[in-house]
């Protein structure tokens, strides 16, 4: 286990609070209250310092140039790497792959494993709850190769039904795709389980940590599971940049997903060989201040410690949970015994829009709408939710004020 899992001094979290300088603003005349983190999260300013200073002192492309700016750069991009190897205790650093997020990660396996490995009439598994970027990807792929698309469904507490993925797995199955933490339900999946089930029937497994890797220490190794993927802004990073892990005995037999500078060994017109791991995923300048940024989002976490920050999101959930389920009309979506800080909700006879709308006037941030999953909204039967999420930035103060607006705004709307 990872030394930055573990559960160490107790962190003053209204403190980190003022490490965010987002959160120090007024919306409508308000202090906002900040609840739409698993969209995007607020920046700390060490991150906002470190993209500065890089752009401002040390500005220099990697891999191509021999002078001091271009060398510092090219360790900087390199020390990032390692970084995220801890973070996500990967075995080897060229395990770890740069991306713009989770999508183009899950983009990139699709094109890349699928070329490998999927032939027609294999199967690849997918669950009832996985947000569009895991689902359309897949999509394509199963009619680009002739493959077939399945889903494990769900349960309506939002819970994986695991006797129907059981019977769902056979030889054909090649690759099982599934969310962590969903981002509409907020429901923890049971991966290391899920993963012992995919490779037992001689299935990959692809975690999407789009909504883990912000909350939980995440040990790709502990989970055995072969890609794990997640975005850098929502880790306290910036945007355009992401995290494709993979085994390195499975990305060594997938083709690159992109041609380009720096994925290359030698090029001729008649043929080109491909650089070795991670560069040959890699090609052309990549996201250098993005990578910078996202260095310094990861060693703020780390510093707070994933476990703190697990439990702290823990308590806010209970909290806030214990108060909404007092709300006449209110009804929680995604009920599972084991979820993330994400509460997704409707109330009778007003509109998830209007609750958005109307929160925003009193300064409180929230989503509405399908979250990226509509296949999740019509299994309870709704088009949308109102949703609220939370991170370690989060204080119980923002559940107070959000409970009191909510109450508010239904009496008006109803
Ligand atoms: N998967 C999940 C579970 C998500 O929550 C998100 C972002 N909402 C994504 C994938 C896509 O992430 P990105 O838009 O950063 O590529």
């Known amino acids: 286990m990872q030394k930055q899992n573990k559960a160490s001094s107790i962190v003053d979290f209204n403190q980190i609070r003022e490490d965010f300088p987002m959160l120090k603003k007024s919306m409508h005349g308000k202090p906002l209250v900040y609840l739409d983190s698993a969209a995007t999260a607020q920046k700390p300013q060490a991150v906002i310092d470190a993209i500065t200073n890089f752009y401002q002192n040390q500005y220099g492309t990697v891999h191509r140039a021999v002078y001091e700016l271009s060398v510092h750069a090219t360790q900087e991009y390199q020390n990032v790497r390692k970084q995220i190897q801890t973070f996500l205790n990967s075995a080897k650093p060229e395990e770890i792959i740069y991306t ?30 996985e947000h569009h970027s895991n689902i359309v990807p897949w999509q394509i792929l199963c009619e680009d190769r002739g493959a077939v698309l399945k889903v494990i469904p769900m349960d309506d507490k939002g819970d994986l039904v695991m006797k129907e993925y059981a019977k769902l797995l056979n030889p054909k199955t090649k690759l099982v795709a599934i969310a962590h933490v969903s981002n509409s339900l907020g429901t923890i999946n049971p991966i290391k389980e899920i993963a012992k089930m995919a490779h037992g029937a001689g299935a990959k497994i692809l975690i999407d940590g789009a909504q883990s890797a912000p909350h939980l220490p ?85 510093s707070v410690g994933m476990e703190n920050i697990r439990q702290h999101e823990q308590e806010l959930l209970a909290y806030a949970t214990e108060q909404m389920k007092e709300i006449p009309g209110l009804r929680i979506i995604g009920t599972a015994d084991h979820k993330g800080g994400i509460i997704s909700f409707v109330v009778e006879g007003v509109h998830p829009l209007d609750i958005g709308t109307m929160l925003d006037l009193k300064g409180i941030a929230v989503r509405t709408g399908h979250h990226c999953a509509q296949p999740t909204m019509r299994h309870f039967g709704i088009p949308a939710t109102a949703r609220a999420s939370f991170a370690l930035y989060n204080t119980k103060d923002d559940v107070d004020r959000f409970v009191v607006a909510l109450r508010d705004v239904i009496k008006m709307l109803q």
């Not at 183009?104 to 669950?127: C, H, R, T, W």
């Not at 060989?273 to 976490?301: S, W």
């Open 100 to 129: 713009r997020g989770t999508t183009e990660s899950i983009n990139m396996i699709a094109y890349s494993f699928g070329k490998a490995f999927v032939k027609p009439g294999d199967e690849i598994l997918i669950s009832e709850m």
């Open 218 to 302: 995440i040990d790709v190794q502990d989970l055995d599971v072969d890609f794990f993927v997640f975005s850098g802004h929502k880790v306290l990073g910036p945007t355009g940049i992401g995290i494709l892990y993979g085994k390195a005995s499975l990305l060594d037999q997938m083709p690159p997903a992109q041609g380009g500078g720096d994925m290359i060994e030698t090029v001729t017109f008649p043929k080109t060989t491909y650089n070795v791991l991670p560069l040959k995923f890699e090609a052309g300048t990549p996201m250098i201040a993005e990578v910078v940024g996202l260095g310094a989002a990861i060693r703020y976490m780390t």
